[in-house]
């Protein structure tokens, strides 16, 4: 039921949605003017050479015809050469997603961890001393330029008391462990490399604290004011009344219902994190798509930044694909209509 | 009640004690960051995006290539000057159309092949072929000849003056051949060789995490005295304060790209050397002379002496620079120190501009962020032309915009940065004035001047140096009072390197490029 309903539109909506998005980077990246014969080739290359390199890209062929190529190497899962590297894209972004994905899982994790109980425990004692914590936190992370923040902790932790690494993913000297899924924690343990799985840990703290910060300031509002809607609703009154243990009503009931507004907050979040990676892996020095895409704009690289779009466009598709089926599982009406 | 509440503190207690532990515990890795002393950190803003000596037309991946390969010659230590490789002598034709050169005996691959004749044709043929940017260093190459194992001759099909200087580029860089079991698709092993290195240099790449770190080893067979730094690791630190926290902290030995201001800073440590050298990196303006009124020498000559160079050295550089003298800079041969400069000199300006009877001039200044200095040069710029009546609009777009606009010629006036590819006055004169090289290739400004054009060509096709210098003064003079380009400095090329850091030599063909071979540390 669930298959046929919920994910197979969604899965027929994500191809449109890669050739839509196909179809609008590279008319965009066509439209903007600049040679990226000319950024390979150089500035002052002879006409002759530029000819040659736009021959070899293949960007002397009529745009149109340019586009079937690309849309046929894309259905065949090829998306094409950098023109910065001379890799594939492909092998670029399996090389920079995981180092990405792992900053946000682990941002979002922290951001979950803290944020929902600090919410919870913001409405339980509204106006109380935790909820003045609370909502300055909140505030605090949601107005804080991560610029700034992460260079305020790179300065406190690396460079004033020297207790935390302020950038890369790996202490120098630790080799990287095979790569596996390329998340550095979870290969690590899989070999057994707790040196690497330690380092990599210390590497991670403060981006992913720099880059759950915001998020998390919006979970702890958005938990805040859902559950202080819940704590006022009959159900919550009556469980009350009929002298259930407090822990015991918040978690089961009333934190349950005010979750299921935050779903879709949690979807955006990792949209979010993503989003904020750029910035947060500049500062870090974290070596994940955020730089990559970066460095490929200024040059224009086109396949590099068709290619990051196109991934990212899937990912988002997925996320509120997950976000639905989360939904389904949280509140029986929705699964049961 | 009582009791749970006690075994909470016993909890806590045991947790603090282990968050202690795990705070002690992260620490220690700190403290094993600090490089050795025979490694050395260098941290930089971006990914070299290649280390092929036939593609790569970037300092970035200079760096790569100038530690991993040897070339026929090389620059002598600091100076601009060629001195033997691979090769101990060669000898040309009386027309310079034949050059033979005798290769020194030792010199090996990292894989133990020795470097012979064969392997430089193979590098000069893969070069050609491939045709990208660093083939425009060879215009006139017909053929690589292997005489015998150690003897390799070089065809030209007409003089090329700086020939010899430009076979210390790093498109001349000799590759072992074998390089050939690892080509895909014809594509003359380009995507191996762009994250590894088959030369006879100091040090080869042993590893290349994209937007992480690369990492240099010594080259067990180099020919050379063995370098005292046995690795040397490229760190990609994106962020400028990051790069100063680590060159501070000890964690990087060289951090590059330092906003002016930063320098300044990190002067005051005594742990940290600011390198700052007199560079061939020039800042000019181009000023679009096949348009109205620009077209007009009088008009250009008068926004020349509306320039406030000093105040722009002053204000903008913080000092780390100097004006420009004449298109070739100084500390290359064929610079003119008595050449004529323009100062700044409203009144005379006013009175050039009157003398052309323009007046209502409005001009657009398109430029880009890749120079830093750039959009405030513009803003001076404004700021003096409007005293002379000229209104100037600063026009911001991305860079490979303005490149594209400068090409085709379509600005008014547009900044450009220029250094020279080989350590000769063709790098400048050849490319800026030659007629036939507009746009793109060099002459950004559309400038035609017959009798400078057919100067420069000349000095291009003769190999006596003492001649040549003269034509090139001759034809700097006549453009100097042509004014097709603003010129106004040549900047310094500045670092940071911890005090540790010894026997680095600047050279100024080589930004960017480092002796590591050389270098060593002390600490």
New interface residues.
Partial sequence: MAITRIILPRLILLLFVVLGVAVITFTISHLIPGDPARMIAGDRASAETLENVRRNLGLDRPVVEQFTIYIGNLLQGDLGTSLRTNRPVAADIRTFLPATLELGTVALFIAICVGVPLGVLSAVYKDGPIDQIARTVSVCGISMPVFWFGLILIYLFYAKFQILPGSGRLAMGIVAPERITGFLLIDSLLQGRFDAFRSAVYHIILPGFVLAFANMGVITRQIRASMLDVLQEDYIRTARASGLRKGMFIFNYALRNALIPSITLLGLALGDLLYGAVLTETIFAWPGMGTYVVTSIQTLDFPAIMGFTIVASVGYVLINLLVDLAYMLADPQIREV | MRRSSGEDYEMNGSKWKSIGVA?L???T??S??M?AQDVL?LARA??P??A?PG?E?SNSGYTLIYAAYERLVAYKGASTEVGPELAESWTADAAGLVWTFKLANGHKFDDGTPVDAAAVKFSFDRLIKL???P??AF?VLKEVEVVDPQTVRFHLTAPFAPFISTLAVSGAAIINPKVMEHEKDGDLA??WL??HSAGSGPYRITSW?????IVLDRNEHYAGSQPALKQV?I?????V??RR??L??G?ADIIEQIPLDQAEALQKDASVVVESNPSMYVNYIYMNNRQPPLDDAKVRQAISYAVDYQGIIDGIMLGQAKQMRGAVPSGMWGHDPQGFQYTYDIEKAKALLAEAGKSDIHLTYTFSQADPAWEPVGLALQASLAEIGIKLDLQAV????K???V?NGKFDMSPGAWTPDFADPYMFMN?WFDAEKMG???NRSFYRNTEVTALVKEAGSIVDEAKRKALYVEAQKLSTQDAPYLYIMEKNDIFARRAAVKGYVYNPMLIQVYNFGTMSKTE
Avoid: F, H, M, W
């Fill in positions: 705070l515990l992260a620490s890795p700190l094993g960051v490089a950190v971006e990914d995006p290649t092929d593609v037309i045709k990208a940017g083939s425009d215009p380009k995507a762009a994250e995490e994209r937007n992480q770190s690791v760190r990609i630190v994106g962020d304060s990051a926290l680590q501070t902290n964690d991305a860079d490979t915009t490149r594209e606009l090409a490319y793109g290739p060099g």
